[in-house]
């Protein structure tokens, strides 16, 4: 019983192409009587001339040839029989959630048509790719935490409803994700037969942009001096080096926690994600904090060091974009 039924199942849809083809020996002259005035019966004329070039390509073996031509016949008038033509095509290319997807198509006309020899065939070709197609179920989150609206997703550069499971042909597809407020998330997915996928994505929210502050150069007051200033920068630079400890600190700990949930390449659901998220985050904090507190600590050494002991040689401090400029004597 195990080995014969794939055979009866391959006996199936190799009968079911012959007597499609068989078929289209009617579709010229249906076409003929169907032909209403105004030229209309030279699109039917082609059409049949189509069904019968994808005919040729699939008993040679040229499915995406026959593919191609059964969806044009389709873009013409569509029909059960070239429905399910399309979809022993798009089966024979492994894209069964697009074959199951139009044996379903076939299926729903042919009842409507009461074509009962095209119900039977093409709802027992439905049934035999059920198992068989991969679906995807896309999962977004914040990286924050906090509620997250408006998102909206594109699969294959197709809109893609956020948390329903959707069908795929096997392969590999590319998702994008947005919302407002967020910056937008490029990924891709691949997925083979017989595959259920959640993909978890996270969505950090947009950098804000900083002022720019205007070049100026002023003087510093009389009573100041490099040294004074040294102390100052250093100072800050101390304060960064212990808000880098901080965040460090916090980050090995988030990392030990996102390594426990995720033992894998992979995370296995969207809360072990974002944990891994914000352990990636509050190190980039650190390692930000860590970089500026040592160039602050080393510029006010600089400055204690090689600045004059009086005051008879005031400096001048210039801010800028991203840059602070100093002018004085040595």
């Known amino acids: ?183 937008e998330v490029t990924t891709s997915v691949a997925i083979g037969e017989r595959q259920q996928l959640d993909l978890p994505v996270s969505l950090a929210a947009e950098a804000i942009a900083l002022p720019v502050v205007p070049s100026a150069i002023a003087p510093v007051p009389s009573g100041g001096s490099w040294r004074t200033m040294g102390l100052i920068v250093a100072g800050v630079g101390v304060v960064g080096l212990g808000v880098g400890t901080a965040f460090g600190a916090e980050s090995i700990a988030k990392h030990n926690a996102a390594h426990g949930a995720c033992p894998g390449v992979t995370c296995p659901d969207a809360a072990s994600a974002g944990l891994w998220n914000d352990a990636v985050s509050t190190g980039n904090v650190s390692t930000v904090a860590f970089i500026a507190g040592g160039a602050l600590l080393a510029g006010g050494a600089a400055l204690w060091l090689l600045g004059p002991r009086s005051n008879a040689a005031g400096p001048q401090v210039g801010v800028g974009p991203g840059s602070v400029q100093l002018h004085g004597v040595w």
Request: proline share 5%.
């Open 1 to 183: 019983m195990l080995g014969r039924g794939p055979l009866r199942a391959r006996g199936v849809r190799i009968a079911c192409f012959a007597w499609l083809v068989l078929a289209v020996a009617d579709v010229p002259a249906l076409a003929q009587r169907a032909a209403p005035p105004g030229g209309a019966g030279g699109r039917e004329d082609l059409r049949a001339a189509l069904y019968r070039e994808a005919t040729d390509a699939a008993a040679s073996g040229q499915w995406a040839e026959a593919r191609d031509r059964l969806r044009a016949a389709i873009a013409i008038r569509a029909s059960p029989k070239v429905l399910f033509s399309l979809a022993q095509a798009e089966e024979k290319l492994g894209a069964i959630a697009s074959a199951q997807a139009d044996y379903v198509r076939a299926l729903e006309g042919a009842r409507a048509a009461g074509e009962n020899d095209v119900v039977r065939v093409a709802e027992q070709a439905r049934a035999s790719l059920e198992s068989r197609v991969p679906h995807v179920r896309l999962v977004v989150t914040s990286a924050s935490g906090g509620s997250l609206s408006g998102a909206t997703a594109t699969l294959d550069e197709q809109p893609m409803t956020l948390g329903a499971t959707v069908a795929l042909d096997p392969g590999t597809h590319r998702v994008v994700v947005n919302a407002p407020g967020m910056r």
